[in-house]
């Protein structure tokens, strides 16, 4: 595909006639969100319009209040500059924020006045600028940005923007680059604003990592803490009641970093997707599909506070492409084959249309990340298995209707995989999980006190 075609606006249309029940007609109203075809549209009982006309967003963030999107959007002047550089060119983009209410538009960070891509050093000047990060409580934007084509260690820096008065200040600059790669930081905002700085091992064969916290109030330095070998990604959490970087490895395991501290130790529990502003939130576990390399497929499984429980045989394409209703109860998917569906706790399925083009991200209601803690089971070994991911058989195991007497639903051989979808519960002396094998749900034993039956499997690519 010619590199100008990457770039052309995607004027599409989706058909999307109006959300149809199945069950139940008097339910609460749909106001949902889709990043797709780079462009945002808003989905409600009536069908489907567009928020933004000009393409090329590539990534949004919902702020914590669900009342404004900020988002990513390649600048126009990388969009020239195509047809002036013989290679690919640099991109920069912008940082924007659309009111959901009034639809209203505000540019937070552009290119400066006299920005110019000619692929021409002494004439080229530009700002590359990251996906932004809400402040916990909404007030405030923060964005990484670099100078382009300088790359000049000041200009390698953190920005915060302030609602309340409109002005952009410097919080951090001369930070370390990625492994000297030029690329602005994304910064992730909790009790502090979190980096990732990357450097070549000592041993010469890993990216050797360092997760840097800094104060979001004068960008003091905090904390910083080298993060395994096998690290995939980290995110803030509510763990206790206090925000926490939990850091997910490709072997599964998930361990937590006190900010205030720096130390590093392993997830007392698993992470679930909720509306941190109902108190009774139904939660969402993401389950990566077993066996699926690329694309990313995930499993999801909702619990409600009630233990209701919904497990839907179809996955999501992307993590993103799932959203909790601003009442927590209600979730919107868009799942691999391209179609909208909401559930309700009724179990009413309203069916949407088929989507023209995937939707990378929905959103709703406000969201963030929890981690549950596990349950404790005196005389079985330690639980290595959480519920987020990919499990397989060690030895032959009984797939059972319920932990430790329940009726046998399948055997699953050794080095089978299968998902995991709550748990654990302790019964018997035996850690037990909820899990999905080849779309039979049922429980597994993890462990006794002396062997595990089940093992997490680490993720690839």
Request: proline share 9%.
């Amino acid at each position: 595909m010619g590199k100008r075609l990457v770039f052309l606006l995607l004027f599409v249309i989706l058909a999307l006639p109006g959300l149809q029940p199945t069950a139940a007609q008097d339910l609460p109203p749909i106001h949902v969100v889709m990043l797709g075809g780079q462009n945002l549209w808003e989905i409600d009982q009536g069908g489907i319009s567009q928020l933004t006309a000009d393409g090329h967003i590539v990534d949004a963030v919902l702020s914590p209040d669900g009342t404004r999107i900020a988002y990513l959007q390649t600048s126009p002047l990388a969009l020239e500059a195509f047809s002036l550089y013989t290679g690919s060119p640099p991109m920069p983009h912008d940082v924007k924020v659309i009111d959901l209410d009034t639809h209203e538009i505000t540019t937070i960070a552009a290119q400066p006045p006299d920005a110019a891509l000619a692929n021409d050093p002494a004439r080229d000047n530009a700002i590359l600028h990251s996906t932004p990060a809400w402040s916990p409580d909404g007030t405030r934007l923060a964005w990484g940005e670099l100078h382009y084509p300088s790359y000049a260690p000041e200009s390698n820096r953190i920005m915060v923007y302030d609602f309340a008065t409109g002005e952009t200040q410097v919080l951090l600059s001369d930070l370390p680059f990625f492994s000297g790669l030029p690329v602005p930081h994304k910064p992730g905002w909790g009790s502090g604003i979190a980096v990732i700085r990357t450097e070549p091992h000592p041993s010469g064969v890993n990216t050797l990592r360092t997760l840097l916290v800094y104060s979001d109030q004068d960008g003091s330095p905090l904390t910083s803490t080298v993060l395994p070998d096998d690290y995939l990604a980290h995110l803030w959490a509510n763990v206790n009641g206090q925000a926490r970087l939990v850091v997910r490895l490709f072997s599964g395991r998930l361990d937590v970093i006190d900010p205030q501290t720096g130390e590093l130790e392993p997830a007392p529990g698993d992470l679930q997707f909720y509306n941190p502003l109902v108190a009774e939130s139904a939660a969402i576990r993401l389950m990566t599909y077993p066996g699926v390399i690329w694309p990313d497929l995930y499993r999801w499984a909702l619990t409600y506070p009630n233990g209701q429980r919904l497990v839907v045989d179809k996955w999501l394409a992307v993590e993103g492409a799932i959203a909790l209703a601003p009442d927590g109860q209600s979730v919107a998917v868009s799942s691999s084959d391209n179609t909208l569906d909401v559930y309700w706790p009724d179990s009413t399925v309203l069916q949407g249309g088929r989507l023209n083009v995937p939707a990378t991200q929905l959103f709703w209601g406000p969201v963030a990340w929890r981690l549950v803690p596990l349950t404790e089971c005196d005389g079985a070994l330690p639980s290595m298995v959480r519920a987020t991911g990919t499990v397989k058989a060690v030895t032959p195991i009984n797939l059972v209707s319920e932990p430790q007497n329940g009726d046998v639903l399948a055997q699953i051989q050794p080095d089978e995989l299968f998902s995991v979808l709550s748990g654990p519960a302790c019964h018997g002396g035996m850690y037990w999980w909820e899990a999905i094998y080849q779309s039979t749900i049922g429980w597994v034993a993890e462990s006794d006190s002396s062997a595990y039956y089940v093992q997490p499997v680490a993720a690839t690519g």
